[in-house]
């Protein structure tokens, strides 16, 4: 792997992870064009970039890590323990659901279900505006909301986002509430991968993964700064929509191949 090969799939990760458009669906691609196999090596780097990705949270929200903020962290606790259940009974069950034709098919229903959900929502007013004011049972459902994201192409801020959206928390908070759950979530994600494939990094060119990793941070970072900035004038439709025809697209690709 290349310089500029990681450079893309940086930006790709830190983009598309903390977005409801599904990094899985999008490195597909990448990887594909870029002419890379799902080698143990190249697997490894992924590990590398979702790290980044953990970081950038941290950096925007490191305010949050203070103990007046421990009624927060128990309810982005509370929201994990579903999809970290489910994940560790029905792991082999989950990965063999992973098919290119099974994400393309999901990114178009995730889309519809946006669609769905903003039209529903459009005459209502949020009851929470503040990732500090969602409640215990709020958390609990949108922890079984995450599940969802366990199936390949749905994605994780997705998932989050649609549940936090039906139980009346507004955009801003909705997709805030999705990024400090991504911490346990991908801290689990990530340090399961790292233990089967730490062997991978032996001899591995750090110069590359360096670059990819700095590159995803940066990208994932400002991501999500833009994702607030945006959803304090628009809505969840655009991305439903981007959804819909990438799935399309992807879907077309698939069966071209």
């Given at each position: 792997?290349?310089i500029?090969?990681t450079?893309?799939?940086?930006?790709i990760e830190?983009?598309?992870?903390f977005?409801?458009?599904?990094?899985?669906?999008?490195l597909?691609?990448?990887?594909?064009w870029?002419g890379?196999?799902?080698?143990?090596?190249?697997?490894a780097?992924?590990?590398?970039?979702q790290?980044?990705?953990?970081?950038?949270v941290?950096?925007?929200?490191?305010d949050?890590?203070?103990?007046?903020?421990?009624?927060?962290?128990?309810?982005?606790?509370?929201?994990?323990?579903p999809?970290?259940?489910?994940?560790?009974?029905?792991?082999?069950?989950v990965k063999?659901l992973?098919?290119v034709?099974?994400?393309?098919?999901?990114?178009i229903?995730?889309?519809?279900i946006?669609l769905?959900v903003?039209g529903?929502?459009?005459?209502?007013?949020?009851?929470?505006?503040s990732?500090?004011?969602?409640?215990?049972?709020?958390?609990?459902?949108?922890?079984?909301a995450?599940?969802?994201?366990?199936?390949?192409?749905?994605?994780?801020?997705?998932?989050?986002?649609?549940?936090?959206?039906?139980?009346?928390?507004?955009?801003?908070a909705?997709?805030?509430?999705?990024?400090?759950l991504?911490l346990?979530?991908?801290?689990a994600?990530?340090?399961?991968?790292?233990?089967?494939?730490?062997?991978d990094?032996?001899?591995?060119?750090?110069?590359?993964?360096?670059?990819?990793?700095?590159t995803?941070?940066?990208?994932?970072?400002?991501?999500?700064?833009w994702?607030?900035a945006?959803?304090n004038?628009?809505?969840?439709n655009?991305f439903?929509i981007?959804?819909?025809?990438?799935?399309?697209?992807l879907?077309?690709?698939?069966?071209?191949?």
């Amino acid at each position: 792997m290349d310089i500029f090969q990681t450079i893309i799939l940086g930006l790709i990760e830190g983009i598309t992870e903390f977005l409801p458009i599904s990094s899985t669906g999008h490195l597909i691609v990448a990887s594909e064009w870029l002419g890379l196999p799902q080698s143990d090596t190249n697997m490894a780097f992924e590990i590398i970039i979702q790290l980044a990705a953990i970081l950038a949270v941290i950096s925007n929200y490191r305010d949050k890590f203070s103990p007046k903020h421990l009624q927060l962290w128990i309810k982005v606790c509370i929201a994990f323990v579903p999809i970290g259940l489910v994940g560790l009974l029905f792991h082999k069950q989950v990965k063999a659901l992973f098919s290119v034709e099974i994400v393309a098919i999901m990114f178009i229903i995730g889309g519809i279900i946006f669609l769905i959900v903003e039209g529903l929502l459009k005459n209502r007013q949020p009851k929470v505006h503040s990732v500090e004011d969602i409640s215990y049972k709020q958390a609990g459902i949108i922890g079984i909301a995450q599940i969802f994201a366990l199936i390949p192409g749905t994605s994780r801020a997705g998932s989050t986002i649609i549940g936090a959206l039906l139980v009346g928390i507004n955009r801003e908070a909705s997709a805030e509430f999705s990024f400090l759950l991504a911490l346990p979530v991908m801290f689990a994600a990530s340090g399961l991968d790292m233990l089967k494939h730490y062997q991978d990094f032996y001899g591995v060119n750090i110069i590359p993964l360096l670059t990819g990793f700095v590159t995803a941070f940066l990208a994932a970072h400002f991501t999500m700064k833009w994702l607030i900035a945006f959803l304090n004038k628009f809505t969840f439709n655009a991305f439903g929509i981007y959804r819909i025809i990438f799935g399309g697209m992807l879907l077309v690709w698939y069966y071209k191949n």
